[in-house]
T-cell receptor, first 113, second 114 residues
């Protein structure tokens, strides 16, 4: 069974204090690893898709990386507006042209000014 | 360009009742997936619709059913509501042949069962 685990469950940072979020996955037929940001009461907002081990993508203060078993979301010099829940999801296509997302439980990030 | 639209935004129902949630996909998308997100948890896959048929289903009972219309919009129906069905229900749309490019999520419907 597909499984995605995120750590830590919650992370408190001071503004400017860089850190990383971890996403471990066990998925057969991985087609992509997704990172989403979710604000309270809202739907997930797409950040990145990673397709193969060694791939990296950046957007402003965020950088996502992928290995064969894990993905990391690095946050450099965070600001209070980066506070949100960050969700990791693995896409299992199972050999088909379509698939479903298996999500981790999320990491709640709080950045204090 | 409108993204994914869900209605209603909030809903309160009594245990045992039935509920219908609605979703309009992003323009150009033909596949709709539904997810349930309990408080403090990640979204859980319910099912996926393409060409008006259920293509995949997660570990949810038959009380959960859906429909997709010719214009690609979709409905999620839940019968015999339980207190444990209280959650944020998310609709996500995608392209049938381009799922690796990701899913666009709506803002969700917050269902409270009392």
């Amino acid at each position: 069974e597909d499984q995605v685990t995120q750590s830590p469950e919650a992370l408190r940072l001071q503004e400017g204090e860089s850190s990383s979020l971890n996403c471990s996955y066990t998925v057969s037929g991985l087609r992509g690893l997704f990172w989403y940001r979710q604000d309270p009461g809202k739907g997930p907002e797409f950040l990145f898709t990673l397709y193969s081990a060694g791939e990296e993508k950046e957007k402003e203060r965020l950088k996502a990386t992928l290995t064969k078993k894990e993905s990391f979301l690095h946050i450099t010099a965070p600001k209070p507006e980066d506070s949100a829940t960050y969700l990791c999801a693995a896409l299992n296509a199972g050999g088909t042209s379509y698939g479903k997302l298996t999500f981790g439980q999320g990491t709640i990030l709080t950045v204090h000014p | 360009d409108a993204g994914v639209t869900q209605s209603p935004t909030h809903l309160i129902k009594t245990r045992g009742q039935q509920v219908t949630l609605r979703c309009s996909p992003k323009s150009g998308h033909d596949t709709v997936s539904w997810y349930q997100q309990a408080l403090g948890q990640g979204p859980q896959f319910i099912f996926q619709y393409y060409e008006e048929e259920e293509r995949q289903r997660g570990n949810f009972p038959d009380r959960f059913s859906g429909h997709q219309f010719p214009n690609y919009s979709s409905e999620l129906n839940v019968n015999a509501l339980l207190l444990g069905d209280s959650a944020l229900y998310l609709c996500a749309s995608s392209l049938s042949q381009g799922v690796s490019y990701g899913y666009t999520f709506g803002s969700g419907t917050r269902l409270t069962v009392v």
